[in-house]
């Protein structure tokens, strides 16, 4: 199965943005990169997911390398609300393969 | 919209007690997601439904657990007899479509400790 790899944790300043980065260098062709995160307390929830091109929505951005082995979260403006432990998946359409879920990377947002 | 609905928010009971855990999917969704975290091992998914019918039960971790899905709108997660070791929170999520390129909805666990 494919794996991703992130840091344990980071650290950002309130307004300022966030690169939060995955490498996913077994990845196959057919896998999108998928990000949740998770608030204290709460289950997680999907921010953004992607193929190939670079995605944009409401809530963030994703940044796909060309050859696909890493990728990027982006936050536009960190806000206190945004510290959560983000994850980054990697999911097969049409594969019934179990999604692996890692330990994520823990971002604290500075005020 | 309601999200996904996750019964009880937390259960406290006796170890050799049997537990069961209820999830309502978001209405019009088609697969289903148990899911149990804990410190130590992180996200684990448990089994996956798609159209109430089970396709990966893998994640089961023994006989003690079993889940069902009677209908679309209704899924329950087993534990008989539950153990110590079964404490955790519990995580149901549902999608159109399986794995593949649609994102999952979590409802917000229910938080088992077995005494």
């Known amino acids: 199965d494919a794996k991703t790899t992130q840091p344990n944790s980071m650290e950002s300043n309130e307004e300022e943005p966030v690169h939060l980065p995955c490498n996913h260098s077994?990845?196959?062709?057919?896998?999108?990169i998928h990000w949740y995160r998770q608030l204290p307390s709460q289950g997680p929830e999907y921010v953004i997911h992607?193929?190939?091109?670079?995605v944009n929505n409401r809530m963030a951005s994703l940044a796909i390398a060309e050859d696909r082995k890493s990728s990027t979260l982006i936050l536009h403006r960190a806000t206190l609300r945004d510290a959560a432990v983000y994850y980054c998946?990697?999911?097969?359409?049409?594969?019934?393969?179990?999604?692996?879920w890692g330990l994520g990377t823990s971002l604290a947002v500075n005020p | 919209d309601a999200g996904v609905i996750q019964s009880p928010r937390h259960e406290v009971t006796e170890m050799g007690q049997e537990v069961t855990l209820r999830c309502k999917p978001i209405?019009?969704?088609?697969?289903l997601f148990w899911y149990r975290q804990t410190m130590m091992r992180g996200l684990e998914l448990l089994i996956y439904?798609?159209?109430?019918?089970?396709?990966?039960d893998s994640g089961m971790p023994e006989d003690r657990f079993s889940a069902k899905m009677p209908n679309a709108s209704f899924s329950t997660l087993k534990i008989q007899p539950s153990e110590p070791r079964d404490s955790a929170v519990y995580f149901c999520?549902?999608?159109?479509?399986?794995?593949?390129?649609?994102?999952?909805?979590f409802g917000d666990g229910t938080r088992l400790s077995i005494l």
């Open positions: 999520a549902s999608s159109l479509g399986g794995y593949g390129n649609q994102p999952q909805h």
């Open positions: 998946i990697l999911s097969s359409a049409g594969n019934n393969r179990k999604l692996i």
């Open positions: 439904f798609n159209n109430n019918v089970p396709i990966d």
């Open positions: 209405s019009g969704h088609n697969s």
């Open positions: 077994t990845i196959s062709g057919t896998d999108y």
């Open positions: 992607g193929l190939t091109s670079n």
